[in-house]
Structure formats: C-alpha cells, structure tokens
C-alpha cells in the first residue's frame, strides 16, 4: 500500500470493527503487493503466468474493464515504465526516450489473459495494482464496518477516504481535500457520509532531476512520460471505492477537458477538479457539500450537466 493510513469508528463494536479492518488491509498487501515475493501479483510476473485467488483474478478483470472504459489511460499493465522511471523509489532517474520507447509497446490491457483463475501475460510485460488496490481494500474495510454494525467511521487509506454513518455529535463527516500548491493546507472541504472521496495529483510524490525539472510520478500510458497536465488534482466521490481510485488516476492523465467530458458521457460519480490556472470545478451534485476556505486561492465554480 506505501502510505500512511488512518482509521476511525465508533459503536458498540468498533474496536472489533477496527481491528479486522486492519487485519484486512494487511492480507490485501501480502496478496497484490507487487513487491512481496508470495504474492498473486508477484508470481505472475516472476513467472509470466500464476494460479491466482478468485479475489485477485476478479480485481484484476475490473482493472481491465477500467482501462477499456478510460480508453487505456488507466492501465495496470504500465508497471515496466514504473520500474524504469523508479519514481516512488530511492533511486529515481529520467530514462532514454529509446528506453522508454522500447517498453510503451508492453503496455496495454491486451497483455492480460484470464481464464477462471489462470492469469497469463505476453512476455516481457508486468501489472502493478497500485492504482486500484487502495481502492478495493476501502470497498473491503467498508464492507467489514458495515458487517460489525458501527454507527461512524472515517477510514484514510492514503487518498482513498471512506465515511459512514455520523460522527458522535450527530453531524456529517467534513473530508478535507488538500491544496496542491500547499500541502499543509486544504482547497475545500465536502460534507459526506456513506461514500468514498479518492484524490490524486501529481503533487503527492515527485522527484527533482539534476537539471532542476520535477517529474510527478503519475505515468501517462500513452507517452511513458510523467503526466503534463493542466490539472493539479482530481477528486472523485463514488459509491465504489475501487472505481473512484482508477477513475481519479485516469481523469488526472487525461487533463480538464477530457476529464468534464467523461463525467457527461458516464455519470455515476461525483468530481472536483483543481486546475493548474487556479480553478476548482465540481459538479452539481457537490453544490450543497462543497465548503471553500474565505481566504482561498482557488475559484470556485460549478461545472454545466
């Protein structure tokens, strides 16, 4: 999962709640983390093929049904250009435009084959779940309060929050969205409950190159290249904490416009995008949840159905 994670909650069995909660998320790493060595995802591709959990052949599948519906700009199958910009490493580096061009032709949902529990991918090629799985472990963790009956909670699994319920006051839960530009600093708040609200932005993690430019370490799949956008953040609020997670990734890639598009032809999600010219654009359905701070430096406005 690589990131701080913090959860609450509250009812008569929340310690219970909390404590399967996390023994979840644990499992979930040990199952997908690319990196640990008996893990679904790290067999196959050591191997080019495993024998893999439904759990994880399932995950998998909506991850190439995410890439279809982006149109491949959300794409687990980019994990070989991750490894070779080494971004969220200790070793990053701005590789040969002939090395990056060597492995653009890896990546693409094509390479994955599944049957029943049979993983298989094209030689050379590799997943990294890194974009979905925070998701999916905060649909398992909401799934896990719901089971113990627990009257509030707020899990934050790096940027992919989940609330339910009420805080003990009987209020809403307030999610703070962080200012790209200050990190110490929020953009906005939404009053929400019983939904989950992931962020991505190429603020989060980046490195500087020794000729002084920083590159983000969100990959466009298309390029190779660390995304150029004209955005600065992405914030998706969905009943699907799996969706929102690839959603918010593929949105960022594909800049504003793009991004609005998407939003009008799909639906089924709510969206606040801060732009790099100082903008933050939600849709109607945030109107009455969306709260800015008075000293601001963005300009609110709602985006047109």
Same mark, same amino acid.
């Given at each position: 999962?690589? &990131?701080?994670?913090?959860?609450?909650?509250?009812?008569?069995?929340?310690?219970? @709640?909390?404590?399967?909660?996390?023994?979840?998320?644990? $499992?979930?790493? $040990?199952?997908?983390?690319?990196?640990?060595?008996?893990?679904?995802?790290?067999?196959?591709?050591?191997?080019?093929?495993?024998?893999?959990?439904?759990?994880?052949?399932?995950?998998?599948?909506?991850?190439?049904?995410?890439?279809?519906?982006?149109?491949? *700009?959300?794409? /687990?199958?980019?994990?070989?250009?991750?490894? *070779?910009?080494?971004?969220? &490493?200790?070793?990053?580096?701005?590789?040969?435009?002939? =090395?990056?061009?060597?492995?653009?032709?890896?990546? %693409?949902?094509?390479?994955?084959?599944?049957?029943?529990?049979?993983?298989?991918?094209?030689?050379?090629?590799?997943?990294?779940?890194?974009?979905?799985?925070?998701?999916?472990?905060?649909?398992?963790?909401?799934?896990?309060?719901?089971?113990? !009956?627990?009257? %509030?909670?707020? #899990?934050?699994?790096?940027?992919? /929050?989940? #609330?339910?319920?009420?805080?003990?006051? !009987?209020?809403?839960?307030?999610?703070?969205?962080?200012?790209?530009?200050? &990190?110490?600093?929020?953009?906005?708040?939404?009053?929400?409950?019983?939904?989950?609200? /992931?962020?991505?932005?190429?603020?989060?993690?980046?490195?500087?190159?020794?000729?002084?430019?920083?590159?983000?370490?969100?990959?466009?799949?298309?390029? !190779?290249?660390?995304?150029?956008?004209?955005?600065?953040?992405?914030?998706?609020?969905?009943?699907?904490?799996?969706? @929102?997670?690839?959603?918010?990734?593929? *949105?960022?890639?594909? !800049?504003?416009? =793009?991004?609005?598009?998407?939003?009008?032809?799909?639906?089924?999600? =709510?969206?606040?995008?801060? &732009?790099?010219?100082?903008?933050?654009?939600?849709?109607?359905?945030?109107?009455?949840?969306?709260?800015?701070?008075?000293?601001? $430096?963005? @300009? @609110?406005?709602?985006?047109?159905?």
């Amino acid at each position: 999962m690589d &990131t701080y994670m913090s959860l609450a909650a509250y009812g008569d069995d929340a310690q219970e @709640a909390l404590t399967a909660a996390v023994r979840e998320i644990n $499992r979930l790493e $040990r199952e997908l983390s690319r990196t640990i060595a008996t893990s679904d995802v790290y067999k196959i591709n050591a191997d080019g093929a495993a024998a893999v959990s439904d759990e994880t052949a399932a995950l998998l599948q909506s991850a190439i049904a995410c890439s279809e519906k982006t149109g491949g *700009l959300f794409d /687990v199958t980019i994990a070989p250009l991750v490894a *070779l910009w080494g971004i969220t &490493t200790d070793s990053p580096r701005v590789p040969a435009q002939s =090395e990056i061009a060597s492995l653009l032709p890896l990546v %693409g949902s094509e390479h994955i084959h599944i049957d029943g529990n049979s993983v298989a991918l094209d030689s050379g090629c590799s997943v990294d779940l890194g974009g979905i799985a925070k998701g999916y472990a905060s649909d398992r963790v909401a799934e896990i309060l719901k089971q113990h !009956g627990v009257t %509030g909670a707020a #899990v934050s699994l790096g940027g992919n /929050v989940y #609330v339910c319920g009420q805080k003990p006051d !009987g209020s809403v839960w307030n999610v703070a969205v962080q200012d790209p530009k200050d &990190t110490s600093a929020y953009a906005m708040t939404l009053a929400l409950t019983d939904t989950f609200a /992931v962020t991505s932005g190429g603020y989060q993690r980046n490195f500087t190159a020794p000729d002084g430019t920083v590159y983000q370490h969100i990959l466009d799949p298309k390029t !190779g290249c660390p995304v150029q956008s004209d955005l600065l953040s992405v914030t998706i609020v969905s009943d699907s904490g799996t969706l @929102a997670d690839a959603c918010s990734t593929a *949105l960022y890639v594909m !800049g504003e416009q =793009e991004a609005v598009n998407f939003w009008r032809q799909t639906g089924g999600f =709510e969206m606040v995008l801060i &732009t790099a010219d100082g903008r933050l654009l939600y849709t109607p359905g945030l109107a009455e949840k969306i709260t800015t701070p008075e000293e601001g $430096r963005y @300009a @609110a406005a709602a985006i047109d159905a």
